[in-house]
């Protein structure tokens, strides 16, 4: 049985709506799940909420896998800068923590992974700041090296 695809509703400013669908649409068409982008949650099934603020009162949000929006991670990408140093929140390894979110206590996920994903998925780190004709690099000089602070390598943090 097939439910339809999982709704999606945005709660940032129109200017970021085609980046952060970026991010959606990758991530979901990778793991084979079709969305939707709504204003409003669907009245049954489950859905994701990506938001700066509290939603409304009637909206099912024990339904809901709610992703908090912190406008501040995306500040990055209005200049031709790199990210400078890393941040665990809520146990997450971050390059763009912002400010944690504490605006609504029902959040599943309390910094902006969103904003997270768009800095790797569009590649920023090689096409921002200056660099020189290299623009990789090897993961021991990288700022993400060594930063999870509990003695694991980044790479394996995820796992």
């Known amino acids: ?65 709610a992703i908090a929006h912190c406008p501040r991670s995306w500040r990055l990408f209005e200049r031709d800068t790199d990210v400078e140093a890393t941040a665990v929140v809520d146990g997450m390894l971050t390059v763009l923590p912002g400010d944690p979110a504490q605006f609504w206590d029902a959040l599943t996920i309390s910094c902006d992974i969103i904003a997270n994903a768009f800095y790797f998925l569009s590649s920023w780190s090689e096409r921002a700041g200056q660099h020189d004709a290299q623009t990789r690099q090897m993961h021991s000089t990288s700022v993400c090296q060594g930063s999870t602070g509990n003695g694991r390598p980044t790479c394996r943090w995820y796992r």
Do not use: N, Q
């Open 1 to 65: 049985m097939s439910r339809g695809p999982l709704k999606i509703v945005l709660g940032c400013a129109e200017l970021l709506m085609p980046k952060v669908r970026y991010v959606f649409d990758t991530l979901f068409m990778a793991a084979g799940i079709p969305v939707a982008y709504s204003h409003e949650p669907p009245a049954t099934g489950p859905w994701v909420l990506y938001t700066s603020c509290e939603p409304e009162p009637s909206w099912p949000i024990s339904r809901c896998l």
